[in-house]
C-alpha cells in the first residue's frame, strides 16, 4: 500500500469505492485525486452560507462561513483577537450596565 493510499482524504474516498475499482489507481492518478478533493475540504461550519446574485448580465456569488477557528493563531492575529474579544465583552458589559440603570430608573 503507497504513502498515497495511507492519506486520510485518500483513503475516505477510496472506502467509498468497490474494492476492485479501489487497487487500479497508480500513485499519479492518486495524486491528482487528492490535488482535486483537497481543493473542495474546508471542513464543517457552524454557519455556512453560500448564494447567487444576478445583477444584470452578470452573476456574483457570494459565501459566508463562520466557526470555531482550529488554525494556529500568528502572534499578530492572536493579539487582534484578544483585543477584539475584550472591546466586545466591554461592550456588552457596558450595554447591560446601562439597560440595568435605565430600568431601575
Request: charged share 20%; glycine share 4%.
Amino acid at each position: 500500500m503507497s504513502n498515497l493510499q495511507q492519506d486520510p482524504a485518500i483513503r475516505s474516498l477510496l472506502e467509498r469505492m468497490p474494492k476492485s475499482i479501489q487497487t487500479t489507481f497508480t500513485d499519479e492518478q492518486l495524486a491528482h485525486l487528492k490535488i482535486a478533493i483537497g481543493a473542495r475540504q474546508w471542513g464543517n461550519h457552524a454557519v455556512d452560507c453560500r448564494g447567487v446574485v444576478k445583477f444584470f448580465k452578470y452573476r456574483y456569488y457570494y459565501v459566508f462561513l463562520a466557526g470555531r477557528n482550529r488554525r494556529e493563531l500568528s502572534v499578530k492575529e492572536n493579539k487582534i483577537a484578544k483585543i477584539t474579544q475584550a472591546f466586545i465583552l466591554s461592550s456588552a458589559v457596558t450595554f447591560i450596565i446601562l439597560f440595568v440603570l435605565l430600568v431601575l430608573y
